[in-house]
């Protein structure tokens, strides 16, 4: 079994920065790849970036490239998600994610990732003024 525990969230001003952890404990060497999902009110989930863990290789969705960094400190067992330059249509609660046969798509901009077995509980993030 596979827990993750997100942290993070918070309220912050449009432009302003957060950053999520995904800290994941139990069998985590079957967690080949690890991801950020979110999920507005009213709104599907979506999939905002993925990083797998035994090439590094990172995705992002177009609505977040250039503005997220995925990245991954190994020695404490947690992925990061850096937000820069917030935006209110950001405003969702963030999902860390895992797997270990997973499925990545880009379609339109979209990111799709298939497979992920084990999911965090989620941490909201609220972008306004």
């Known amino acids: 079994q596979v827990q993750l525990v997100e942290s993070g969230g918070g309220w912050v001003q449009p432009g302003g920065s957060l950053r999520l952890s995904c800290a994941a404990s139990?069998?985590?060497?079957?967690?080949?790849?690890i991801a950020w999902f979110r999920q507005a009110p009213g709104r599907e989930r979506e999939a905002v970036s993925c990083?797998?863990?035994?090439?590094?290789?990172?995705h992002y969705a177009d609505s977040v490239k250039g503005r997220f960094t995925i990245s991954r400190d190994n020695a404490k067992n947690t992925v990061y998600l850096q937000m820069n330059s917030l935006k209110p249509e950001d405003t969702a609660v963030y999902y860390c994610?895992?797997?270990?046969?997973?499925?990545?798509?880009?379609?339109?901009?979209?990111?799709?990732?298939?497979?992920?077995?084990?999911w965090g509980k989620g941490t909201l993030v609220t972008v306004s003024s």
């Open positions: 994610a895992g797997g270990s046969i997973t499925t990545i798509q880009n379609m339109g901009g979209a990111l799709k990732i298939y497979g992920m077995d084990y």
């Open positions: 139990g069998f985590t060497s079957e967690l080949w790849t």
């Open positions: 990083l797998s863990t035994t090439d590094g290789s990172t």
